[in-house]
């Protein structure tokens, strides 16, 4: 299966910032056999879109979605608004959505199903809190939140999900899940894939780790069976940064 990688930009870079990343992106040196994203502010689509001409690398995506088509929802966006972009991946679920802004299982799911029947790929992210590790509830707390999000989403097709396996604590605190660890939770995850949508699926859908990834430790990951790629907060925000990211997630 293909790595994936996606750069999550959060609430960073403006249309004028966006553009000039991109630019300074295009210019590196990118492995070919990796797919690789970047999870631009809605305000910066256009510009990033703009920079990237005809250019399919990187393939553009969104932060977030709203699961109606159109209608009275004020500050919403929907997946037909994010194709006429064309944005390709939409993340749903990041912690930090359903930490400060209150979502919840039920409106992942929501939007996961909404973005595949738009022909968008869900980078659906689970992930526990440091207590809820502590008290030894990681797998429970994960275990659920992967069954909410993808009871309405379909494994097959050109959009099938990514599952993120994102653990809180390690999000932007320098302080990454062992690849050991993730891996373990990842088995958790594709054992929710097995029962939901058959045991044929186990293996078949691509399940990535976020949390302090950079260029350093990316390959520890890549490298690690069940570990088909990661979601790289920080270390996006520089473009050559998260070039130097990519070409060490796929070594020679
Ligand atoms: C993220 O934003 O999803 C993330 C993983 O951030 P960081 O790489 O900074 O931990």
């Given at each position: 299966m293909r790595k994936v990688l996606i750069a999550n930009w959060k609430m960073y870079y403006g249309p004028v910032k966006a553009g000039a990343w991109v630019r300074a992106f295009r210019r590196e040196r990118l492995p070919k056999d990796i797919d690789i994203s970047i999870a631009v502010p809605f305000v910066s689509l256009a510009a990033a879109?703009?920079?990237?001409?005809?250019?399919?690398?990187?393939?553009?995506?969104?932060?977030?979605?709203?699961?109606?088509?159109?209608?009275a929802f004020t500050g919403e966006v929907s997946p037909s608004m994010l194709l006429e972009f064309g944005v390709s991946v939409c993340i749903v679920g990041h912690s930090e959505r359903?930490?400060?802004?209150?979502?919840?299982?039920?409106?992942?799911?929501?939007?996961?199903?909404?973005?595949?029947?738009?022909?968008?790929?869900?980078v659906i992210c689970v992930g526990e809190t440091e207590a809820?590790?502590?008290?030894?509830?990681?797998?429970?707390?994960v275990r659920a939140q992967v069954e909410a999000a993808i009871k309405d989403v379909k494994p097959d097709g050109k959009a099938a999900a990514i599952i993120a396996y994102e653990p809180i604590w390690a999000i932007g605190t320098g302080k990454p899940c062992r690849p050991v660890d993730a891996k373990e939770m990842h088995d958790v995850i594709r054992d929710v894939i097995a029962k939901v949508w058959?045991?044929?699926?186990?293996?078949?859908?691509?399940?990535?780790?976020?949390?302090?990834?950079?260029?350093?430790?990316?390959?520890?990951?890549?490298?690690?069976?069940?570990?088909?790629?990661?979601?790289?907060?920080?270390?996006?925000?520089?473009?050559?940064?998260?070039?130097?990211?990519?070409?060490?997630?796929?070594?020679a």
């Open positions: 879109r703009a920079s990237l001409g005809r250019a399919t690398i990187p393939a553009l995506a969104a932060q977030d979605v709203f699961w109606e088509k159109e209608g359903r930490l400060l802004v209150g979502e919840t299982d039920e409106m992942v799911a929501k939007k996961a199903e909404a973005l595949q029947k738009a022909g968008i790929t869900p809820q590790r502590k008290k030894g509830q990681a797998a429970k707390v058959g045991a044929r699926y186990r293996d078949d859908i691509r399940v990535i780790y976020g949390g302090s990834v950079n260029e350093r430790n990316v390959t520890e990951y890549t490298t690690t069976t069940g570990i088909d790629g990661a979601l790289v907060g920080s270390a996006s925000l520089d473009p050559r940064t998260f070039a130097l990211v990519c070409r060490a997630a796929v070594p």
